[in-house]
């Protein structure tokens, strides 16, 4: 088992190290100049003069060759040292860890509302199989999976900030700031969890043990605890899994709505201004928790499955 | 019509436009920028304000963002401040000043009994701590350092007095000076903390100082009890009557209207123009767009491409051009209409530099004589088998573009509209792929329009190189008398327009909300930035 992580662990460096090579060329074959998207600011209110160009372009290296550029950053990194940010003029590694809190405050609350009503839903209309409840599920599962999260967000912020005035339309810190982003992000996510956990169920439902746990006369609610539920796990956590990673960097929307300035936003924001080392250290970032992520699921469906050994 | 009456009439104008637009019941006028009678100012309250993005860093040195300034007018003081009405300089930490004739050498006689929020006095060495250290090469400076880009050298010959040393004669100096981003910080937070740490520690003279800064969430400043060196142009002395200001910062234009129409804020900045005549309507909001200074919101012509190098194609569009629509349905006439270069809250704005107005069959006629004629029948006019085609290359916040489109177009231009992020349209800028791009900027005094009309310069986007003009520009801005350089900025404009190197459109003010407690808030010259040393809370 510690084999097994130890060696996916290593397995996540090349991959890391490809995602920043891929990300920093990639962002110098884009058009545009961070020097002149700072300086130049698109408010137009600030003029600047060719020598500040130059003198700015001199100060950030931004004049050296690509492969100069890219082995000082990578040295940097050896060092723990993801540079300064063009823009924002602090430190990159800072700013991840300002940002991250809001963004994985919002991943796991979103998570838990997806996951609950998703595996209600998904359990209720695969018990109820082709009634009138199935329908009604699904219908709401595809309204979660088809509406767009910004538009989720406003009717919420409409009914319960705006008309009701409950709730706080934005910010961070607090429950009362994190009910509404986190019912858009968990609705959204529960849509998926829904069909996939009702898919699972009506599958398991139709194997042969359950059969058998029946005939021996057990009680419904047992079989469903001990021998359908855990049957199901396993997809549904692959799926948790991959949505947790995708959450972390895909909440940008639901982020600028409710105004939380996370991790996805600082991203936003940092590819627009072209701030270099902003996005290669988010992106890196990104790309390890992910490869992180990926080895956690995988270590864990041993708790669900036995007859799954890692050697 | 003098100066003031024209900001007065600007500001009915929209008024009125919008009530046109919307036939709803008057609001109120726009909120008084002087505070009311002290009888009715209370003390207390804490102010909320919604910016759109996180300003970054709190180090004006390194800053380069401009709606930092909202909250640097609260915290810093620079030198000087220039009058919006008169666009007079007045004293804020300079009492006084003096200028050698030849106009490179500035004495600024500094105020006495300043102190920093930390304590330590403010004196002419630190106010030449501030200069050096901007202009320090080895400083990764912010574009704060522009603003101060003519000054050569900074001494200072006795405790309160500060020389400013330029390279060459700068009539522009002390508006560049009057800028949030020059307002003088502590230079001992600055030694003990460095430079990015001060952004934690940030210590300036201004009557609201830093209480905690949540990094891309909220900065929250609370009142200086020591301030007592209000300047005699601001409403009161003493304290600020706010408890507390915090900024936060909300992306969203939707969300951002709609915390202000919760109350969860008190101001909101930048409102889109299709909410406003709504929230015009609410009882429990004030909406305020006073006119900005600077160049117009228009378009920059590309004069090294074809078909925009040919003069009478760029006169053709300056006369097929309808602005009064273009500012009613864009803009739903919150920005108003212009001819002029500068808009007209500018200082040595010239109202004879209107040469065009919307007159289609005269930009017809012009195209005739030069030959260009429509001779497929496809609506779009060629000259040799070329048919005139424009590329008008935007971002996406430039609204109205198909409106250009197809007013162009009636008159025979072809207009093809490439639309681009900000760095797609500065790499389009500098390479000169576009035809016309639309630009305009904030800016106080009019000398920024070198940086827009010299040869060279990055920011000339038009690709202009036109020795006359240039020769007036650093005429003007060498200028040190204000007739004199109203009288050489006016030749600007004309130039400007007779070439048609930039075909205005709008005037581009902000539009700021608050609720209606809010009172005396003061706008800078360029209508877009606050001081909220006299701003309270009614109750």
Known sequence: MLGYALRRLLWGIPVAFSIAVFVFSTLHLVPGDPVLMLLGSSSGLFNVTPELIEETRQQYGLNDPLPVQFARWAGNLLRGDLGLSIRIKRPVTTLILERIPPTIELTLAGMAVGTLLGFGLGLIAALKRDSWVDTLCMVAALVGVSMPSFWFGFLLIFLFSLTLAWLPATGYGGLDRLILPAITLGFALSAVTARLVRAAVIEVLAQEYVTTARAKGLRETVILYRHVLKNVMIPVITILGVQFGSLLSGSVIIEAVFARQGIGQLLVDAILAKDFPVVQGVTLVMAIAYVLLNILVDISYPLFDPRILYK | MSKRTLVFASVMMVVVLVLAACGQTAPAAPAATQPAPAAQIQRGGDLIMALVTDVGTLNPHLSSNAATMNIFYQGLEPLVWIDPQTKQAKGWLATSWDVS???????????????????????????????????????????????????????????????????????????????????????????????????????????????????????????????????????????????????????????????????????????????????????????????????????????????????????????????????????????????????????????????????????????????????????????????????????????????????????????????????????????????????????????????????????????????????????????????????????????????????????????????????????????????????????
């Open chain 2, 101 to 539: 004739a030849d106009g490179k050498e500035w004495t600024f006689q500094l105020r006495q009994g300043v102190k920093f929020h930390d304590g330590t006095p403010f004196n002419a060495a630190a106010a030449k701590w501030n200069f050096d250290h901007l202009l320090d090469p080895k400083l990764q400076a912010g574009a704060a350092r522009n603003f101060v880009a003519s000054v050569a050298r900074v001494e200072a010959p006795a405790e309160y007095t500060l020389k400013l040393f330029l390279k060459s004669t700068d009539a522009g100096l002390l508006d560049s000076l009057h800028y949030g981003h020059i307002g003088m910080i502590c230079p001992e937070a600055v030694k003990q903390f460095g430079d990015t740490e001060f952004a934690n520690h940030f210590c300036g003279t201004g009557p609201y100082k830093l209480k905690e800064l949540v990094a891309g969430n909220h900065v929250t400043f609370v009142r200086n009890e020591e301030y007592n060196w209000a300047p005699d142009w601001m409403g009161h002395q003493g304290p600020g009557y706010l408890n507390s200001i915090t900024w936060r910062f909300i992306t969203d234009d939707t969300t951002r209207t709609a915390v202000l129409e919760t109350g969860e804020v008190n101001v909101a900045v930048n409102l889109p123009a299709p909410d406003v005549t709504r929230l015009m309507a609410n009882k429990n909001l004030t909406i305020m767009s006073p006119m900005p200074s600077g160049v117009s919101q228009g378009l920059y012509m590309n004069v090294t491409k074809w078909p925009t190098d040919d003069l009478v194609i760029r006169q053709a569009m300056a006369w097929a051009a309808d602005r009064e629509t273009f500012s009613k349905v864009a803009y739903f006439g919150i920005w108003p209409p212009t001819s002029t270069t500068l808009s007209p809250n500018t200082l040595c704005y010239s109202k004879e530099s209107e040469i065009y107005r919307y007159d289609p069959a005269k930009a017809k006629a012009l195209l005739d004589g030069a030959g260009y004629k429509d001779t497929n029948g496809d609506g779009i006019r060629e000259k040799d088998g070329k048919p005139i085609k424009v590329l008008f290359i935007k971002e996406a916040s430039f609204l109205g573009a198909e409106l250009i489109q197809s007013q162009f177009r009636a008159v025979g231009i072809d207009v093809e509209i490439q639309e681009v992020s900000a760095a797609g349209r500065q790499d389009a800028a500098s390479k000169g792929l576009h035809n016309i791009m639309p630009g305009g900027t904030i800016s106080g005094d009019p000398s920024f329009m070198n940086n827009y009309f010299m040869t060279g310069s990055p920011l000339n986007v038009a690709k202009v190189s036109d020795k006359e003009l240039e020769k007036l520009l650093l005429d003007a801005k060498a200028a040190l008398d204000v007739k004199e350089r109203c009288k050489l900025f006016a030749a600007v404009q004309k130039r400007i327009m007779e070439n048609v190197y930039h075909l205005p459109l709008v005037v581009s003010p902000s539009t700021i909300g608050t609720r209606k407690e809010v009172q005396g808030i003061r706008f800078d010259v360029t209508g877009w930035f606050m001081v909220l040393y006299d701003t309270y809370m009614q109750r």
